[in-house]
């Protein structure tokens, strides 16, 4: 089982096609493939996907509080990975 995941992925990007993640993040719910989700915990709370506008680099210049998204990963990363 993978740890709490959290996937970002630029919508425009043209390096790495978002529909692979978008495929990847399916199989890891269908597969139950995060720790929790196999406890029946909700989604969101172990497993989150954030597709962002954007090519590959979307993430310059960028810090929290400058878009919903940026917050929203920032505090999941802070609830599972920091301690």
């Known amino acids: 089982k ?3 995941t959290l996937l970002l992925h630029g919508i425009d990007d043209s390096a790495v096609p ?3 993640t978008d495929a990847f ?3 890891l719910k269908e597969r ?3 720790h929790g989700l ?3 915990r909700k989604e969101d709370e172990v497993l989150r996907y954030i597709r962002v506008p954007g090519d590959h680099g979307f993430d310059n210049d ?3 509080g400058d878009e919903k998204w940026i917050d929203e990963a920032v505090a999941f990363i802070e609830k599972h990975w920091v301690h």
């Open 18 to 20: 978002v529909g692979g």
């Open 25 to 27: 993040g399916e199989l």
């Open 62 to 64: 960028m810090k929290v």
């Open 32 to 34: 139950k493939a995060v």
């Open 2 to 4: 993978l740890p709490p």
């Open 38 to 40: 196999e406890e029946c």
